[in-house]
Nanobody, 118 residues
Framework: QVQLVESGGGLVQPGGSLRLSCVAPGSIFSRYAMGWYRQAPGKQRELVADTTSGGSTNYADSVKGRFTISRDNAKNTVYLQMNSLKPEDTAVYYC????????????WGQGTQVTVSS
C-alpha cells in the first residue's frame, strides 16, 4: 500500500500564506509526477498544480502567480507554497502521484484541510 503523507494545512486569514508538504516512498517519488488537487464543499475535485521528476510544472489558472509547487528529491517531498490566500482557496488539499505520461492519478493522500477566513 503506497502512502502519501500530507501536512501543513490549517486556518489562515485572507492574504496569508501556508506551505503544504507531502512525503512519498522513494520508489514512487523518483518516477512519478507529484501534484496537488483540492476539493471545496459542493464542488468537484480540481488540479491545483503538479510537477514532473524533471521539474516541469503545471498550475491551475486560479492559482498562477500565488502558489508554487516544488520537490526535494533528497527528501522525497513535494511542497505547495500558497501565498496571497483567498477565501475561495478553502478546500481539502490532496497530494497525488501520477505515472509520467499518463493522465490517471495512481495514488492519493488522505487530504489536509485549508481554511481561509477572517
Amino acid at each position: 500500500q503506497v502512502q502519501l503523507v500530507e501536512s501543513g494545512g490549517g486556518l489562515v486569514q485572507p492574504g496569508g500564506s501556508l506551505r503544504l508538504s507531502c512525503v512519498a516512498p522513494g520508489s514512487i517519488f523518483s518516477r512519478y509526477a507529484m501534484g496537488w488537487y483540492r476539493q471545496a464543499p459542493g464542488k468537484q475535485r480540481e488540479l491545483v498544480a503538479d510537477t514532473t521528476s524533471g521539474g516541469s510544472t503545471n498550475y491551475a489558472d486560479s492559482v498562477k502567480g500565488r502558489f508554487t509547487i516544488s520537490r526535494d528529491n533528497a527528501k522525497n517531498t513535494v511542497y505547495l507554497q500558497m501565498n496571497s490566500l483567498k477565501p475561495e482557496d478553502t478546500a481539502v488539499y490532496y497530494c497525488t502521484a501520477r505515472r509520467q505520461g499518463w493522465a490517471t492519478i495512481a495514488y492519493w493522500g488522505q487530504g489536509t484541510q485549508v481554511t481561509v477566513s477572517s
